[in-house]
Nanobody, 126 residues
Framework: VQLVESGGGLVQAGGSLRLSCEASGRTFGTYAMGWFRQAPGKEREFVATINWSGTMTDYGDFVKGRFTISRDNAKSTVALQMNSLKPEDTAVYYC????????????????????WGQGTQVTVSS
């Protein structure tokens, strides 16, 4: 599957951004999707994931109610709404597709995702 992220940019602390990821080349609606991020000098970090049907979600501990992941299987897109952004949210954000169809359990480890987008830069100024 090919994944293309969009929606990154520069925003002031406290502001909002909505990231979008468009998928093609695979039956999108049968795969769990995830968002990860990587800041300079740091390891890739789990942000959020959503199951194939959109009925279950999970978030990184640092999210604390600020981000919301959603998906539209008819449009083959997954979105990440980010509110109350902080400077420490600055990173490249990646969209990823789970390696298995109809996964029954949400996972937060990047090893379970085998398709990745090119990333979109999010910069939060203080």
């Amino acid at each position: 599957v090919q994944l293309v992220e969009s929606g990154g940019g520069l925003v002031q602390a406290g502001g909002s951004l909505r990231l979008s990821c468009e998928a093609s080349g695979r039956t999108f609606g049968t795969y769990a999707m995830g968002w990860f991020r990587q800041a300079p000098g740091k390891e890739r970090e789990f942000v959020a994931t959503i199951n194939w049907s959109g009925t279950m979600t999970d978030y990184g501990d640092f999210v604390k109610g600020r981000f919301t992941i959603s998906r539209d299987n008819a449009k083959s897109t997954v979105a990440l709404q980010m509110n109350s952004l902080k400077p420490e949210d600055t990173a490249v954000y990646y969209c990823a597709a789970h390696r298995a169809q109809y996964a029954k359990v949400l996972v937060t480890t990047s090893a379970y995702f085998n398709s990745w987008g090119q990333g979109t830069q999010v910069t939060v100024s203080s």
